[in-house]
Every structure is written in C-alpha cells, then in structure tokens.
C-alpha cells in the first residue's frame, strides 16, 4: 500500500460568481474539500484544485466564465495536474456545452449536486474529466440544502442559513427557475436546531437564504395537509423569524430575497416585534410600470408594491429599503420608464441594485428579441434612474448625521487599512477610526459624522460586544 504520510496536501481555491446562495454554496463545497484533506490555497499559483462557482442571471455571466477558463488553460497546459471544476447554476444551464467549449474542464457539476463535489474530484482524478448535472434535487436534507453540508465559512461570527431551494415564480426574465428547480423547504425544527448550533460556536448573526423566503413552509403545511394533518396550508417564515430571533446568542437575524407579491402582514409583524431582526427589508421592484410588471409575471401592481412598502414603513421603525430595478426589458417605453422613475422617486429607497436587462436562454423573455431597447435609449435611462436612486440614498444617508448606530465590525476598510468598517442594522456600511484594532464581530456603537450615497462615517462611542467565535469553524449539522 502505498503511503503518502509525507506528502503534502492538496490546495484548493473557490472562486464564486454571483448571489448569496452562490457564496453558500461555495462555502460548503470549501468544507467537502477540506473534509477531505485539501488545504485553502492562496491563489491560482498554489492551487491543485480550482473550483469556479457560477452564475447566470446576467449575460456577462457567460463572458466571466469562460474568459476565466480561457485564463486558466495555460497554467492547465503547463501544470496537467491541475483540476479545474465548475459548479453552479451555469454549468446547470449549459451542462455539456461546459467541456464543450473548454474540454480542459474535469468536472463539471449543477446546483443539485453540491455534496458530491469532493467525490467527483477524486474520481475525476482517478479516471478522468466528468460531467453530472441532476434534473432535480434529491429528497435528502443533508443533501438537498447546502447547510445541512459540512462548511468553511470567510468569517466565524456570521453565517448564511439556506431555509428554501428553488422557485415557483415564473418571471418572464429569469432562468432561477430552470437552474434551481421547484420551491422545497428545509423542515422548521431542523433550521432552529441549525441556528442553536451556529450560536454555540460564536456566530451573533445569520442570514436565512431562499429564492423566496416569504413562501418558505408553504410546500410543508401542503404536505402536511395531504397527509391528512389539519393544518392550514400557509407559509411559515414569520414563525421562523421569531424562532430565529429567540435562539440565545443571535443579535442580528437579516434575510433575503422576498418577493413582494408574499409580502405578508406576519411578516412585517415579525420584523417589527423581534428585536433581532434586522431592520432592513430588500423589496425588488423591478419595473414601476404595472404594464411592464405585467409582462414580467411579477404578479404585483406599483401601486400595490407602494402600499406593502407603505404598511412595512409604518410598522417597523427606522425600517431601511433597498430594491433591484431591471432598466429595458423588451417592450419598455418612454412612459413606461418614466413611471419607474417616478415609483423609485416616492419609494425613497436607501440604495438599490440597477441592473441592464440582458436575456437570458430558456426564458420567456429571450424570445421577446423582436421588442429589445436600443442600447443607447438603456444606457441614457440607466444614468437617470442612478440620479433618482442616489439622490434618495444620499438624503437618507445625511439625515443619520448626529445618530449613534451599533455595528458589527467587519475588518480594516478596504481604502484606508487605519479605518474600520462596520455594517448596521439597517445594512449601511459605517467607517470609523478606532484608537486600537478591534476583533472582526465585534459590536461597537459609532456616532455618524458623515454621509456619501453608499457609506456612512463616523466616531468610534464604545464596544458594546466582544466577538464570541473561533478564528475558523469548520460546520456540520446533522
């Protein structure tokens, strides 16, 4: 038998493209690997083992994938040793069209096959390249949703929780649907369990994770019905925002995405009687036409839209909102952009993610080709709408002047290394000198002093909370 005691480990880099979810994901495919005895790498230079986490909601998507793969085959072609794996809801997409383009690729795998990532590498170290892209997920938790898996995560005193996989919308833009199958949620008891363990080892804060958290539990109580239980079918994630909310340990309970459309009074209750959740509420938008957000599937009006947002305003104080808004979808008009403008105006947002429209294979909206808004008509309402967003987030920002806000330091301000930055409740970025370095997961409380349109500043009040977690905690939940 031969013996490799001496030998030394394999390293891997995870590099990810795209959502929350993707990061999840990536962390758990960190933690497989780690679990069978490879070691972080530093960069490409070190790395035996090069994992691309992909994403394709945007067209440019595409563009970052392959360029990347294109960068990597010389170090491929002089390092044959070299595993190169690409994973995520591109490889879910184009399947065997991966290798295809980039034969050089060993493994390929999709959204539903996370927890086989370890074993696919050493198998394709065995025998040679592998593609295994699944149709569905399996009906196993500790397979099905990524926290049930063994995890390395970035840093130890906050943590993502996946309480949902997949979607039910039909949004005529959006290829989710295609790539993460159909909603199912991870069982209530099981995510409370989860979030008792993270605080045991020193996470504070958590951020539940689903294609659409407001729904989460509907498909449960379905289930529970059928199986002739006498429940009301309903969702549940105003129960488990309160649940989450109570696990001793966890100051800051954040989430994301929800769908307005599920907006629901329970929900904004939740948020506005649990002091742990977070108050900040990310609410897409997408379009203020009711015409294009028919187009769309969004299945909400603008002026229903303002009035969910109204009620979470009235309900939760010191509530911040941030929105995605898609600028030319085919068929977009003058008037109908007009109308977005005017909707992003009164919604007065804290900042907002503006997104070009780009289309997207396998969705209803690709075949609108014949409806596509000139490019220069995009990129001149694009720079109109960043004006009305940023005006709003500039006013929101400079009436916190004079506040005192807590945080949670997040480390060494990436512009100025003698400056911390923390994040707050309402999820604004806070930068502040302190007179000595203070722990990542620290809570400190920071007068704002000062206001730009994406970032606050400030002076350090005091510490209020001393990080409770390791430098590094490897996870696993049963």
Known sequence: METTTDAPARRYLVRTFGCQMNEHDSERIAGLLE?????????????????????????????????????????????????????????????DGVRERAPYVDVVLGTHNVHRASELVARARAGGPITEILDAAVADDATMFPSALQGRR?????????????????????????????????????????????????????????????????????????????????????DLLRAAGAVDGIRRVRFTSPHPKDLRPETIAAMAEVPEVCNHLHLPLQSGSNRVLAAMHRGYTAERYLERLASARAAIADLAVTTDIIVGFPGETEADFTRTLEVAAEAGYDSAYTFVYSPRPGTEAAAMADQEVPPEVVAERFERLTVVVERSAVARHHARIGRVEEVTVEGPSRKDPSVLTGRTGQNKLLHFPAPAPLRVGTYATVRVTGAAAHHLRGDLVDVVGAARHRTRIPVAST
């Open 35 to 95: 679990a069978d005895g490879l070691v972080p790498a530093t960069s490409e230079d070190d790395a035996d083992v090069v994992v691309l986490n992909t994403c394709c909601i945007r067209e440019n998507a595409d563009n970052k994938l392959y360029g990347t793969l294109g960068h990597l085959k010389s170090r491929k072609d002089a390092r044959p040793e070299l595993q190169i794996v690409v994973g995520g809801c591109l490889a879910q997409k184009d399947r």
């Open 154 to 238: 970035g840093h130890g005193h906050n943590a993502w929780v996946t309480i949902q996989v997949g979607c039910d919308n039909a949004c005529a833009f959006c290829i989710v649907p295609a790539v993460r199958g159909p909603e199912a949620s991870r069982p209530f008891e099981a995510l409370v369990d989860e979030v008792r363990a993270l605080a045991a080892d020193g996470v504070s804060e958590i951020t539940l994770l689903g294609q659409n958290v407001n729904s989460y539990g509907r498909d449960l109580t379905l289930a529970q019905r059928r199986a002739g239980a006498e429940v009301r079918v309903r969702p549940l994630f105003a």
